[in-house]
């Protein structure tokens, strides 16, 4: 049995995903390897599947028992032997465990790393008697002292390449930085690893950002739209997740709290409540969700600010892990992040809390800036990105703007007149000329006092966060969060430069091109789901995805030769649940006179497939900047024209080369093109840093660019 008729016949799967084929392949031919792969990407695919393949046991290091048991239900599920061993079982089922993995009859065990190199050394011992083919270490980045999740107890991973020599290494994790990247490989000991870096972008996911007022009513406003849904709502402290919990419920939703001071027993009920689809909603600490795999998360919301990018893009990540499209939504707070501040500082380590304070003032950036939020998260990790995704808050927006250069330069001149002491509110309190004791008296006699009273409050905040945004105000660095002028400043002060301010943002639904399917075809499959998961003592999702039953609903398979055909049907669940699963459809389809929609399925991928070769609309911004390229202007000066930066113009050039509209040779030289070529061949055009590196000086990221964007348009008229 090959790889591909593995994924079919165990997982329900036509074709790979990502990196998927290449990464299985250098286990198989006993290879370590490190993967960077977006959660819901299908990083567990990486070793499951070679665990399939491969005679002997798979060692799993996990960091969770309720992750080891999610996927070791899953697993079984379909056909693969697999167990975990933890605190949790009994003397006699950790002794039949030994007994299967004595006769050979476990394909994967999942265990924790304490567990693993703990004080009682007879676990490893026993390990060792047995044909270990492939050890995976999930969360990968926990080894780490520099990423957002440091387990100390990984670090005695250090030593699985002296216990296991010979054995290939596959360690994964969804979210690292380059820096956390290098720790893993060096604290593992790898062995002239392969690495794979699969784009971070998850498409499926909008980001939005709202600043916080009145955090309660702004929940229940998200919420009403998606009260059948799962979510998670991420607070900062304990208290918060007990009380928001409780105020949820009064409201009429299945909610519960999660986080590290709960006692096990209490945690271990609401995640189990939560993965069956008793609530709908968990509220928690970053205590929570780390490797759980239930794949019907619709939204995740940040109701407080999270302490780094990392962190934050994880969380995200556990909504729309089946691909749907899903919601991730922050509540942002200036006042978040001071307090943050102190939390971030790490004791007698200098060089930690430089590293943890920067990581934080980023995610500040990102709950501030005025542009695609997709982008900037994808470049924070070394991703180039075009500046428009088309499906987060900002580039969903049709802003109204007005002359704000008159309220730009009061809030200015205050912060001047205040010598940029003084935070946001204490700015405001002045321009509005408040009667607040907290005021100093000495303020009260300024010019700029109460300058701004016309202007309401909650516009003075949105105006001020605008400026912080656009760069024509900073906050101080020193843990005050002073208001502070920048380079920009004075030209606005002397009325050399006009700021244009927002007046209104209107978001547009995102078109999510979804299927049309028969809802309530679906209901009826997510009735029947449930029945099975709550008799066969599962959580739903692991009976069958809601993609797999939405793909149902579309195409109306009315055998089981078409019903082989939807994503997500292997060989085990078919003879499991096929008839039962297609009893439904026909019976439904027979009271409707609905037929089967199966050929549409071809006909779909087939669209999808030359949709991919078309080039997109581009908007009215882009044509602007053709024009005036066209026009005989440089890059810079359109940049100064559109009062835009150089790196969005440059985007915008690169994506007319892609849709062919523009001669790569206009940006970029003939005899410098195969060195570009070559180096792109051999680094890959996700990241443009190590281009740029071997490149060196004599090469700019606008020309990579271009050339990245050419190559692209080649593949797009070779397959097309």
Same mark, same amino acid.
């Given at each position: 049995?090959?790889?591909?008729?593995?994924?079919?016949?165990?997982?329900?799967?036509?074709?790979?995903?990502?990196?998927?084929?290449?990464?299985?392949?250098?286990?198989?031919?006993?290879?370590?390897?490190?993967?960077?792969?977006?959660?819901?990407?299908?990083? +567990?695919?990486?070793?499951?599947?070679?665990?399939?393949?491969?005679?002997?046991?798979?060692?799993?290091?996990?960091?969770?028992?309720?992750?080891?048991?999610?996927?070791?239900?899953?697993?079984?599920?379909?056909?693969?032997?697999? %167990?975990?061993? &933890?605190?949790?079982?009994?003397?006699?089922?950790?002794?039949?465990?030994?007994?299967?993995?004595?006769? &050979?009859?476990?394909?994967?065990?999942?265990? *924790?790393?304490?567990?693993?190199?703990?004080?009682?050394?007879?676990?490893? *011992?026993?390990?060792?008697?047995?044909?270990?083919?492939?050890?995976?270490?999930?969360?990968?980045?926990?080894?780490?002292?520099?990423?957002?999740?440091?387990?100390?107890?990984?670090?005695?991973? %250090? @030593?699985?390449?002296?216990?296991?020599?010979?054995?290939?290494?596959?360690?994964?994790?969804?979210?690292?930085?380059?820096?956390?990247?290098?720790?893993?490989?060096?604290?593992?000991?790898?062995?002239?690893?392969?690495?794979?870096?699969?784009?971070?972008?998850?498409?499926?996911?909008?980001?939005?950002?709202?600043?916080?007022?009145?955090?309660?009513?702004?929940?229940?406003?998200?919420?009403?739209?998606?009260?059948?849904?799962?979510?998670?709502?991420?607070?900062?402290?304990?208290?918060?997740?007990?009380?928001?919990?409780?105020?949820?419920?009064?409201?009429?939703?299945?909610? *519960?709290?999660?986080?590290? $001071?709960?006692?096990?027993?209490?945690?271990?009920?609401?995640?189990?409540?939560?993965?069956?689809?008793?609530?709908?909603?968990?509220? *928690?600490?970053?205590?929570?969700?780390? $490797?759980?795999?239930?794949?019907?998360?619709?939204?995740?919301?940040?109701?407080?600010?999270?302490?780094?990018?990392?962190?934050?893009?994880?969380?995200? $990540?556990?909504?729309?892990?089946?691909?749907?499209?899903?919601?991730?939504?922050?509540?942002?707070?200036?006042?978040?992040?001071?307090?943050?501040?102190?939390?971030?500082?790490?004791?007698?380590?200098?060089?930690?809390? %430089?590293?943890?304070?920067?990581?934080?003032?980023?995610?500040?950036?990102?709950?501030?800036?005025?542009?695609?939020?997709?982008?900037?998260?994808?470049?924070?990790?070394?991703?180039?990105?075009?500046?428009?995704?088309?499906?987060?808050?900002?580039?969903?927006?049709?802003?109204?703007?007005?002359?704000?250069?008159?309220?730009?330069?009061?809030?200015?001149?205050?912060?001047?007149?205040?010598?940029?002491?003084?935070?946001?509110?204490?700015?405001?309190?002045?321009?509005?000329?408040?009667?607040?004791?907290?005021?100093?008296?000495?303020?009260?006699?300024?010019?700029?006092? $109460?300058?701004?009273?016309?202007?309401?409050?909650?516009?003075?905040?949105?105006?001020?966060?605008?400026?912080?945004?656009?760069?024509?105000?900073?906050?101080?660095?020193?843990?005050?969060?002073?208001?502070?002028?920048?380079?920009? +400043?004075?030209?606005?002060?002397?009325?050399?430069?006009?700021?244009?301010?927002?007046?209104?943002?209107?978001?547009?639904?995102?078109?999510?091109?979804?299927?049309?399917?028969?809802?309530?075809?679906?209901?009826?499959?997510?009735?029947?789901?449930?029945?099975?998961?709550?008799?066969?003592?599962?959580?739903?999702?692991?009976?069958?995805?809601?993609?797999?039953?939405?793909?149902?609903?579309?195409?109306?398979?009315?055998?089981?030769?078409?019903?082989?055909?939807?994503?997500?049907?292997?060989?085990?669940?078919?003879?499991?649940?096929?008839?039962?699963?297609?009893?439904?459809?026909?019976?439904? +389809?027979?009271?409707?006179?609905? +037929?089967?929609?199966?050929?549409?399925?071809?006909?779909?991928?087939?669209?999808?497939?030359?949709?991919?070769?078309?080039?997109?609309?581009?908007?009215?911004?882009?044509?602007?900047?053709?024009?005036?390229?066209?026009? @005989? &202007?440089?890059?810079?000066?359109?940049?100064?024209?559109?009062?835009?930066?150089?790196?969005?113009?440059?985007?915008?050039?690169?994506?007319?080369?892609?849709?062919?509209?523009?001669?790569?040779?206009?940006?970029?030289?003939?005899?410098?093109?195969? %060195?570009?070529?070559?180096?792109?061949?051999?680094?890959?055009?996700?990241?443009?840093?190590?281009?740029?590196?071997?490149?060196?000086?004599?090469?700019?990221?606008?020309?990579?660019?271009?050339?990245?964007?050419?190559?692209?348009?080649?593949?797009?008229?070779?397959?097309?």
């Amino acid at each position: 049995m090959n790889s591909l008729q593995a994924l079919q016949k165990y997982f329900g799967y036509s074709q790979f995903r990502h990196s998927q084929e290449d990464i299985i392949n250098c286990v198989l031919n006993k290879q370590d390897v490190m993967v960077l792969m977006p959660t819901g990407g299908g990083k +567990s695919l990486c070793y499951q599947l070679p665990a399939v393949l491969l005679n002997g046991l798979t060692i799993v290091i996990s960091p969770l028992i309720a992750l080891m048991k999610d996927q070791v239900d899953s697993l079984n599920l379909s056909g693969i032997p697999a %167990a975990f061993l &933890n605190s949790s079982q009994s003397t006699d089922e950790q002794r039949d465990i030994a007994i299967k993995l004595s006769n &050979n009859q476990l394909r994967l065990l999942y265990v *924790a790393p304490e567990r693993l190199f703990g004080k009682d050394e007879r676990l490893m *011992a026993f390990l060792k008697t047995l044909k270990v083919v492939q050890i995976a270490i999930d969360e990968a980045h926990c080894i780490s002292q520099w990423g957002h999740d440091f387990r100390p107890e990984y670090l005695m991973l %250090a @030593g699985l390449k002296r216990e296991f020599p010979g054995v290939p290494v596959i360690a994964l994790t969804a979210t690292a930085d380059k820096l956390t990247q290098k720790d893993i490989l060096e604290k593992l000991n790898l062995t002239r690893p392969e690495v794979f870096v699969s784009s971070f972008n998850r498409a499926n996911i909008t980001y939005r950002v709202q600043p916080k007022q009145n955090s309660f009513k702004q929940l229940l406003r998200f919420l009403s739209e998606r009260k059948e849904d799962s979510g998670i709502i991420y607070c900062l402290s304990r208290k918060s997740t007990e009380s928001l919990a409780r105020d949820l419920r009064d409201e009429g939703y299945a909610a *519960a709290a999660y986080h590290a $001071g709960l006692n096990n027993d209490v945690k271990a009920k609401n995640q189990e409540a939560f993965l069956r689809d008793e609530i709908k909603i968990v509220v *928690a600490t970053i205590a929570f969700g780390m $490797g759980i795999n239930k794949s019907n998360v619709r939204y995740v919301v940040h109701a407080d600010l999270p302490k780094n990018i990392e962190g934050y893009y994880q969380e995200t $990540g556990r909504a729309g892990r089946d691909g749907l499209p899903s919601d991730a939504l922050l509540l942002f707070s200036q006042g978040d992040a001071m307090k943050l501040r102190e939390f971030a500082k790490v004791e007698n380590n200098a060089q930690q809390s %430089a590293i943890m304070l920067k990581k934080l003032d980023d995610m500040v950036e990102y709950g501030q800036m005025h542009r695609c939020r997709r982008e900037y998260l994808m470049n924070y990790f070394d991703e180039h990105f075009p500046d428009n995704c088309g499906s987060c808050d900002f580039c969903l927006s049709e802003f109204e703007k007005f002359d704000g250069t008159l309220i730009a330069q009061k809030a200015l001149s205050a912060v001047v007149r205040l010598k940029e002491r003084f935070g946001i509110n204490y700015v405001i309190d002045l321009l509005m000329g408040s009667k607040s004791i907290k005021l100093w008296a000495e303020h009260k006699l300024l010019k700029t006092y $109460g300058i701004g009273a016309d202007v309401p409050r909650a516009d003075w905040q949105r105006y001020i966060r605008e400026l912080i945004a656009r760069g024509y105000l900073r906050l101080s660095d020193d843990g005050y969060s002073a208001l502070q002028l920048t380079d920009k +400043s004075e030209a606005v002060l002397k009325g050399m430069e006009k700021v244009e301010l927002i007046t209104s943002q209107h978001i547009e639904e995102k078109d999510n091109d979804e299927l049309t399917f028969d809802n309530e075809l679906l209901t009826l499959l997510r009735k029947h789901r449930q029945e099975i998961a709550v008799g066969e003592n599962l959580p739903a999702y692991i009976v069958l995805s809601d993609a797999t039953l939405l793909e149902i609903a579309t195409y109306l398979p009315q055998k089981m030769d078409e019903l082989r055909l939807i994503s997500g049907f292997g060989d085990i669940k078919l003879a499991r649940y096929g008839r039962d699963f297609l009893s439904v459809v026909n019976t439904y +389809s027979t009271a409707k006179g609905l +037929s089967s929609k199966m050929d549409q399925k071809t006909k779909s991928r087939t669209r999808k497939a030359n949709a991919k070769s078309k080039p997109k609309r581009t908007s009215d911004t882009y044509n602007d900047t053709l024009m005036l390229f066209k026009a @005989g &202007n440089s890059i810079a000066q359109i940049a100064a024209a559109r009062k835009l930066s150089p790196t969005t113009i440059e985007g915008h050039l690169s994506n007319f080369v892609q849709t062919g509209e523009l001669d790569v040779k206009q940006l970029v030289s003939l005899d410098k093109m195969p %060195a570009i070529q070559r180096a792109i061949e051999k680094h890959g055009s996700i990241k443009l840093a190590p281009i740029k590196e071997a490149l060196g000086d004599g090469y700019t990221y606008s020309e990579i660019k271009a050339v990245i964007a050419w190559i692209t348009y080649q593949q797009q008229i070779s397959k097309s």
